[in-house]
């Protein structure tokens, strides 16, 4: 890593910058079809969102001016230290919500725009009654391909797809997959082609992201 044997470098630990990456922009793109402002101002709660990717998310959220809550299972000190960290680390503001008690999460999800399902896979965070006080929400994705579904209703394929019992629409795994094996495709090639080395993380897999959403809708007839 050191001149003269210098090499690109892509920072993706475990896929989790892509997979977030992925995430935001397909969420972005399902909000600006009737919220112009797309992400700003949105409420976004990020459910398992003390792990990489769900601190990614909620700081890639962040940035494009949404309120960004991440929720952990282990209590809220536990979720308020991780958003206080991330959000000092990477230059913005994130808050923390307590997850382990249903009363806790009914009161995130009466107050939220967004849901991200960044949880274990197999274990299902949003059951069908907790969405029933989701009254708020526009978007919800759910990065869970392992059954049960980590949002109840959610397919793994659905692509802005309405969700059952509430007035949003869904992304599910398989759909924000596809845009994250896209997305480290791309960035590999850009990397290969460079005629200087390059360093990417990411910043540059959600612009990536967004670029690749954006084709595939301007495609669409």
Known sequence: MM????????????????????????????????????????????????????????VLAARCGAEVWLSSRSGLEAAEQAARATGQRFG??????????????????????????????????????????AKRLKVAADLNAVAPEGIAGLGVMDDGKPLPGTQ??????????????????RLLVQMREAEKAVTLGFAEAFATAKALVAEAAGAKP
């Open 92 to 133: 913005v503001t994130l808050h923390g919500a307590a997850g382990g008690e249903r009363a806790t999460l009914h009161s995130a999800l009466a107050a939220a725009d967004v849901v991200l399902a960044c949880a274990a896979a197999g274990v299902q965070v949003v059951s069908t009654e907790d969405l029933g006080v």
């Open 3 to 58: 001149k003269p044997f210098v090499v690109s470098l892509l920072a993706d630990p475990s896929g989790a910058y892509t997979t977030a990456a992925a995430m935001v922009a397909r969420v972005e793109s399902a909000l600006l079809r009737t919220q112009p402002q797309g992400l700003a101002q949105q409420r976004v709660l990020i459910l398992g969102g003390t792990g990489p990717v769900g601190r990614i998310a909620g």
């Open 168 to 185: 949003a629409v869904g992304i599910g795994a398989l759909a924000i997959g596809n845009v994250k094996y896209q997305t480290q495709q």
